[in-house]
Structures are given as structure tokens and as C-alpha cells.
T-cell receptor
Framework: AQSVTQPDIHITVSEGASLELRCNYS??????LFWYVQSPGQGLQLLLK??????LVQGIKGFEAEFKRSQSSFNLRKPSVHWSDAAEYFC??????????FGAGTRLTVKP | GAGVSQSPSNKVTEKGKDVELRCDPI?????LYWYRQSLGQGLEFLIY????????KSGLPSDRFSAERTGGSVSTLTIQRTQQEDSAVYLC?????????????FGPGTRLTVL
């Protein structure tokens, strides 16, 4: 079965600094990749997704992610972090029959 | 409905009791998922339905856990003889019918506390 690894459990960045959250997946076929965000006390919200085509995908709130097949990675980036970005971020991989698996999540803390 | 709904939103029970958690997916969504999120933990996959059948039950932690889905819509997750380690938020998600994976829409979750 497919699986996802998010190597960083917790990341702290200063407001205005750039951000990169790592995600590595394991799946034998073409993956469908997602990033979700869970703000404190909120439900999970989709940030962006990759199905095919351009390997750099843009999402909401100024986030982007790049699919690198050779590295089995789908890292999430943002050029300048805002205090409101503090949340838990989950990477997910799915098969073509809607079977999805999530990573353990990365908790982002933003310093003033 | 407008989104995925789950009931109850909170459930407090005594160790050894059975509980039922309900999920109403978005109308027309054929795929339905159950996850568990323990305090400070990530999303733990429990079970996945495509229609009424469950192709993958590998995530169910023990035989005390079971789930069913009838009519391709509502799903119930049942935990028998609850234990304190079952305390968590149980999340349900659904996704639209398609030939490939699509966005999952999550419900607000049921917070289960086992005393």
C-alpha cells in the first residue's frame, strides 16, 4: 500500500521567513498528492493537489508544492510566512481508486 | 447537505461500554473514510469504503472496531468494550466519484473520551 513520510514533526520559523515542509511518498504507480492544513480547533482544509501536468502546483494562501518523481517528494513551500499560518500540515498520497493515506503531520510554529 | 456531518460532536463514555459514531457524507460521494487523530498525533487511517464495500480494513486497530455503510451513504463506526486508549477525535471524510483520486472533504469530527 502507499505511504507518506513527513520527516519533520515540528518546525519553527520567524514571521516573514520562507518555509519548506518536506513530504516523501512511497507508491508504485503515478501518485495523486495532496497537502492539507489543520488550524487549531478547525477541520482539515485542502491547500493544493497534484494529479498530473505541471509539477509545480499553486494552492491557496500563497502556498505551492513541487512534485519530484525522482526523489519521491512533494514538498510544500511558502516564500513569506504569516503568523496565521501556524497550524498542523498533512501530506497525503492517493491511488486512482480514492484510497488515500496521510503522513503524521508537521506542526508549524511562527515566531513574531 | 452542504458538507460532511458527524454525530455526536462529543462523546464521553465509561471504559467497557460500546459506542457508535455516525458520519453523513456529502450527497453523491461514493468514497468514505474514517480516521483517528489522537492528541498530538497525525491522522491514523482506519477504514475506507467505496460504495457499501470496504476494500481496505487494514487500519482497524483491533476486532473491537467495526464499521458499516448502508445505501452508499451514512456510515457508522462502532467501538465495542471501549478502552481509555480509544480516546481520540474520530474524523470522517468523503470524496466524489471519479476514476481517480479526488479531494477529501472532512467532517468536524467526534471527540471520544473514555473514562
Amino acid at each position: 500500500a502507499q505511504s507518506v513520510t513527513q520527516p519533520d514533526i515540528h518546525i519553527t520559523v520567524s514571521e516573514g521567513a520562507s518555509l519548506e515542509l518536506r513530504c516523501n511518498y512511497s507508491y508504485g504507480a503515478t501518485p495523486y498528492l495532496f497537502w492539507y492544513v489543520q488550524s487549531p480547533g478547525q477541520g482539515l482544509q485542502l491547500l493544493l493537489k497534484y494529479f498530473s501536468g505541471d509539477t509545480l502546483v499553486q494552492g491557496i494562501k500563497g502556498f505551492e508544492a513541487e512534485f519530484k518523481r525522482s526523489q519521491s517528494s512533494f514538498n510544500l513551500r511558502k516564500p513569506s510566512v504569516h503568523w496565521s499560518d501556524a497550524a498542523e500540515y498533512f501530506c497525503a498520497v492517493a491511488t486512482n481508486n480514492n484510497d488515500m493515506r496521510f503522513g503524521a503531520g508537521t506542526r508549524l510554529t511562527v515566531k513574531p | 447537505g452542504a458538507g460532511v456531518s458527524q454525530s455526536p460532536s462529543n462523546k464521553v463514555t465509561e471504559k467497557g461500554k460500546d459506542v457508535e459514531l455516525r458520519c453523513d457524507p456529502i450527497s453523491g460521494h461514493t468514497a468514505l473514510y474514517w480516521y483517528r487523530q489522537s492528541l498530538g498525533q497525525g491522522l491514523e487511517f482506519l477504514i475506507y469504503f467505496q460504495g457499501n464495500s470496504a476494500p481496505d480494513k487494514s487500519g482497524l486497530p483491533s476486532d473491537r472496531f467495526s464499521a458499516e455503510r448502508t445505501g452508499g451513504s451514512v456510515s457508522t463506526l462502532t467501538i465495542q468494550r471501549t478502552q481509555q486508549e480509544d480516546s481520540a477525535v474520530y474524523l470522517c471524510a468523503s470524496s466524489s466519484p471519479s476514476l481517480r483520486a479526488d479531494t477529501q472533504y472532512f467532517g468536524p469530527g467526534t471527540r471520544l473520551t473514555v473514562l
